[in-house]
């Protein structure tokens, strides 16, 4: 083949046809030999080096060298001294247009744009083997929302951030929020242990750890992973780390949190703390790379009111009364084979809730199937799988998958739905997507809803990191 | 229309653009030799081993230190050939792996450093660290060190840009 080409670009290649099929040929052809002459270089990687694009004398050499090594034990942080510390700032945004494409009771008839994620990383080097990353999300939330647990029979006005702008004017401007997505700090100690603590996303699954729209292929997440049967953010420690085993690596993530609470990212209101395992085995071989994993996490939940009261001689007490309280243990498991340029992934996950106190067991609404009481223990399930291929052309990816969800819970009907659409990447930084969506719910019918018992829409949306 | 001596040139602009095998020009050339420190205590790498060691992964030497890597400068003939041949990856798709890390909160792609000769320059100072050149650019103040046993020359090698 290499002949072949060569003969082709000899007889009939113009001075430029030549360069590019050259170029071409040292990228794609194992046997071709280089061009004899080095190669100059091009401009260094921006954050990577600072003194590559300073030449290549013994004293650049040397000073970076030296930078390399000064102060410190092993080469990791030397590496990272070099860096001076530099603060790494980058995101990803998404645009969305979404349309409902029937009557269905449970989505909004009126087509939109909206912006659905603006997340901002601050990620560092910190040196000897110590990193860290945070990852906020601003949103316009909390202008327009309904604030939680409202009837949603006599919804009440929504939430207004309107404020008066002093620096233009006092003209009206509408404030939004922030979401902490994570922020931790990890040190390195061997490639089998790594120790994080802070907030950090659930290593669970496959979606939960791709996080950011660029990296998603679809549009909307499956139900099952949207409806965080295990919680997406966790605040605590973990450990993890990896063992290469030939072509086979091992990996582990073992983790200890307060868990899910109403205000669980900074308090636990009970003295239990949740624990997270997950195991994963990753292979490649001639048929691709497949990964499996497994995860469970076990935790409580209770919320608690907090109020101060006297005692008989007239001290002060602090009360703390449980209102909530549930035990969970949920089990995930997942499979992803990347074989050249297809792609298939699924997980399953499994979700146990268990009310241990009669006292704070919720109450269940009437209905026309659930009669006054209390709510039952339950399990919710939930699966999908996925499969992508990635053309050739303009990194064109068709997707298409499916997905089941049993909440079994009181006012939430089981649903399944297929999905399918295009991933195009036309540059490495943007992606553009669209997703048809079909859902429909499963007897038997929890309730019933005026107009179709599933959901058909589509989404348009353009995801850009930067 | 092209004359004969037209002809001649642009054909030998090709084969030497092509790297054709011109004159003594040996297998070295077109092989990429592993480098590391006169004193690493790296003496060989798997090429599975080096394949996750520049995508990301934690790989540590014989003596419990973690393996740096470093890489030539973005779009370099032999940056994109040993992406190609270790990684199994164009350039785009490099490109589209570390952006993907990066926003699952992963670490960041191995330090590229532009010129080979301050290059090896570097690694000469790192014991812990590993690079790729050309066989042919080796220079003395480092060493190859063998993939999976082999050393450019051997028949078994397989690292060709």
């Not at chain 1, 000897?128 to 909390?142: C, K």
């Not at chain 2, 003596?63 to 400068?73: K, P």
């Not at chain 2, 992406?83 to 199994?88: A, F, H, K, S, T």
């Not at chain 2, 090896?120 to 650019?137: F, G, I, P």
Request: glycine residues 8%.
């Amino acid at each position: 083949m290499p002949e072949l080409k060569a003969s082709f670009v000899i007889v009939f290649g113009s001075a430029t046809l030549l360069t590019l099929a050259g170029s071409a040929l040292a990228q794609t052809d194992a046997i071709a030999p280089l061009p004899p002459a080095p190669a100059p270089a091009p401009a260094p990687a921006p954050a990577a080096d600072p003194a590559a694009s300073t030449g290549s004398s013994d004293a650049e050499a040397e000073a970076l060298a030296a930078a390399l090594s000064s102060s410190s034990d092993s080469t990791a942080a030397a590496v990272a001294d070099v860096e001076e510390f530099k603060l790494n700032l980058y995101g990803f945004t998404d645009f969305t247009y979404t349309a409902t494409l029937n009557d269905f009771a449970f989505a909004s008839p009126y087509p939109t744009f909206l912006i659905g994620n603006f997340n901002l990383y601050v990620g560092a080097e910190l040196g000897h083997g110590w990193r860290s990353l945070s990852e906020v999300r601003f949103t316009y939330l909390p202008n327009g929302n309904y604030p939680r647990g409202t009837d949603p029979a006599n919804p009440p006005p929504r939430q207004d951030t309107t404020a008066y702008d002093p620096a233009d004017l006092g003209r009206p401007v509408k404030w939004g929020g922030v979401v902490i997505e994570r922020a931790w700090l990890e040190y390195t100690v061997h490639p089998l242990l790594t120790i994080q603590g802070g907030s950090w996303l659930t290593p669970y699954g496959i979606w939960n750890v791709d996080h950011g729209s660029p990296v998603i292929i679809g549009v909307r997440r499956p139900f099952v992973v949207g409806e965080e049967l295990l919680p997406a953010h966790q605040t605590g420690i973990q450990a993890y780390g990896s063992y290469l085993a030939g072509r086979t690596e091992i990996g582990y993530h073992l983790g200890l949190s307060n868990g899910r609470g109403p205000i669980d990212t900074y308090a636990d209101l009970d003295k239990n703390k949740a624990v997270t395992a997950r195991l994963s085995v990753s292979n490649d071989s001639p048929i691709g790379n497949i990964t499996v994993g497994g995860t469970l996490y076990r935790g409580r939940f209770t919320d608690r009111t907090q109020g101060y009261y006297l005692d008989a001689l007239g001290n002060y007490g602090t009360s703390y009364i449980a209102t909530a309280v549930y035990d969970e243990m949920a089990l995930a498991a997942d499979l992803r084979w990347v074989w050249e340029d297809f792609t298939l992934q699924g997980e399953f996950i499994q979700r146990d809730v268990v009310y241990p106190r009669e006292d704070v067991r919720p109450a269940a609404f009437a209905s026309a199937t659930v009669a006054n009481g209390f709510l039952a223990d339950f399990r919710s399930t939930g699966w999908y799988l996925l499969a992508a291929y990635r053309l050739p052309w303009w990194n064109i990816m068709p997707f298409f998958g499916g997905e089941s969800y049993h909440p079994n819970q009181e006012f939430i009907n089981n649903a399944n739905a297929i999905w399918g659409g295009l991933n195009i990447r036309p540059i490495p930084r943007v992606v553009l997507k669209a997703q048809y969506t079909q859902s429909w719910f499963l007897d038997p019918i929890q309730f019933a809803t005026i107009g179709e018992r599933g959901l058909k829409a589509i989404d348009l949306q353009a995801s850009w990191s930067f | 229309m092209t004359s004969r001596r037209e002809f001649l040139r642009l054909s030998a602009s090709a084969a030497f653009t092509l790297g054709f095998p011109l004159g003594t020009a040996s297998a070295q050339a077109q092989t990429l030799a592993l480098v590391v420190a006169k004193n690493s205590p790296i003496q060989q790498l798997s090429q599975y081993e080096l394949k996750k060691l520049y995508l990301g992964a934690n790989i540590n030497d014989p003596s419990g230190e973690r393996i740096i890597a470093f890489n030539q400068a973005p779009n370099s003939p032999d940056r994109v050939a040993f992406e190609q041949r270790v990684l199994g990856m164009s350039s785009e798709e490099v490109s589209r792996y570390w952006i993907d890390r990066k926003i699952r909160g992963e670490s960041g792609a191995p330090k590229a450093v532009g010129s080979v000769e301050l290059l090896q320059r570097v690694v000469s100072k790192l014991e812990h660290s590993v690079a790729y050149v050309r066989a042919d650019q080796v220079r003395p103040e480092v060493r190859i060190v063998a993939i999976d046993g082999s050393v450019p020359g051997d028949s078994g090698y397989r690292l060709y840009a």
